[in-house]
Nanobody
Framework: QVQLVESGGGSVQDGGSLRLSCAASGRTFSSYGMGWFRQAPGKAPGKEREFVAAIRRNAGITYYADSVKGRFTISRDNAKNTVYLQMNSLRPEDTAVYYC????????????????WGQGTQVTVSS
């Protein structure tokens, strides 16, 4: 089992940058594929969270949603049990609660591929 805690959210202006971190408990972090998802304000309860990015266990292969490709970068430091999401050129439509998630199977762009979730961190981008 792994516990995830996100940090680094906040408020920035259009075009700004933030780096989110997700710290994982446990000694087997390197065995988990990791993903970032987000949920925009006003989303109906039960609506699926939007895939943002994912990184495989070996950190060599990453995946991105088209909406963030070229602006966001996912990375991980297995020695620190942490996964990061560097977000540049932020836009108002990036405003959301961002969640990190862990899977013992293959990473995928869907919520149901991930067993463990953090509580989320708010990102607000103003125009």
């Amino acid at each position: 089992q792994v516990q995830l805690v996100e940090s680094g959210g906040g408020s920035v202006q259009d075009g700004g940058s933030l780096r989110l971190s997700c710290a994982a408990s446990g000694r087997t972090f390197s065995s988990y594929g990791m993903g970032w998802f987000r949920q925009a304000p006003g989303k109906a309860p039960g609506k699926e969270r939007e895939f943002v990015a994912a990184i495989r266990r070996n950190a060599g292969i990453t995946y991105y949603a088209d909406s963030v490709k070229g602006r966001f970068t996912i990375s991980r430091d297995n020695a620190k049990n942490t996964v990061y999401l560097q977000m540049n050129s932020l836009r108002p439509e990036d405003t959301a609660v961002y969640y990190c998630a862990a899977t013992v199977t293959a990473v995928a762009p869907t919520e149901n591929a991930y067993r463990y979730w953090g509580q989320g961190t708010q990102v607000t981008v103003s125009s």
